[in-house]
């Protein structure tokens, strides 16, 4: 059974404290991960895709990367505004767009 | 920056009523999808919609649920007789081409007494 697994549940930053967030997922022919950021009451926004083993994408203090088994999401120097749920998400079925979503990452940066 | 815009934000019924959630799309969008996620609990998929019919359905979607596009913008999802599970927020979800990441609205919280 495809799988998405997210550790930690939580976390919590100082500001300027960087760190990483793991997804791991077993899924048979990875048609690409997706990371996204969820606000308390919004939808998820996108952050990136990756597709193949070894691929980085970055944006501002985030940058993700691919292994064959996992995926981390490394936070440099965050900051407050960083505080959110990071969720990450792979394809099954015959869609791209059909996700199987992990729990997610609860991120707290404090001052 | 283009969105995807749902209404209403909030909605509370009873049990056993009809609900109709509403999706505006992203104009260029061909694709689109309902997600719910029940407090607490990850975000599930319920149903993919391309080319005006059905893509994928999952275990959730039962005959309680439907969807349709019927002006050619709208996108809806209707649960016909709602239960006390059916409380959670829905997420539309859209994207313009097979390979590009979805889009996600900022969600109906349905609440059912």
């Known amino acids: 059974e495809d799988q998405v697994t997210q550790s930690p549940e939580a976390l919590r930053l100082q500001e300027g404290e960087s760190s990483s967030l793991n997804c791991s997922y077993t899924v048979s022919g990875l048609r690409g991960l997706f990371w996204y950021r969820q606000d308390p009451g919004k939808g998820p926004e996108f952050l990136f895709t990756?597709?193949?083993a070894g691929e980085e994408k970055e944006k501002e203090r985030l940058k993700a990367t691919l292994t064959k088994k996992e995926s981390f999401l490394h936070i440099t120097a965050p900051k407050p505004e960083d505080s959110a749920t990071y969720l990450c998400a792979v394809p099954y079925g015959g869609s791209q767009g059909n996700l199987i979503f992990g729990k997610g990452t609860k991120l707290s940066v404090k001052p | 920056e283009p969105e995807v815009t749902q209404t209403p934000s909030h909605q509370v019924t009873q049990m056993g009523q009809e609900v109709i959630l509403r999706c505006v799309p992203i104009s260029n969008h061909l694709y689109f999808y309902w997600y719910r996620q029940i407090l607490g609990q990850k975000v599930e998929f319920l149903v993919s919609f391309y080319n005006n019919e059905i893509s994928e359905k999952s275990e959730i979607f039962d005959d309680q649920f439907s969807v349709e596009r019927p002006d050619g913008s709208n996108f809806t999802l209707k649960i016909r007789s709602t239960k006390l599970e059916d409380s959670a927020m829905y997420f539309c979800a859209t994207k313009d081409r097979g390979q590009s990441p979805l889009h996600f609205g900022n969600g109906t919280r349905l609440t059912v007494t």
């Open positions: 990756l597709y193949s």
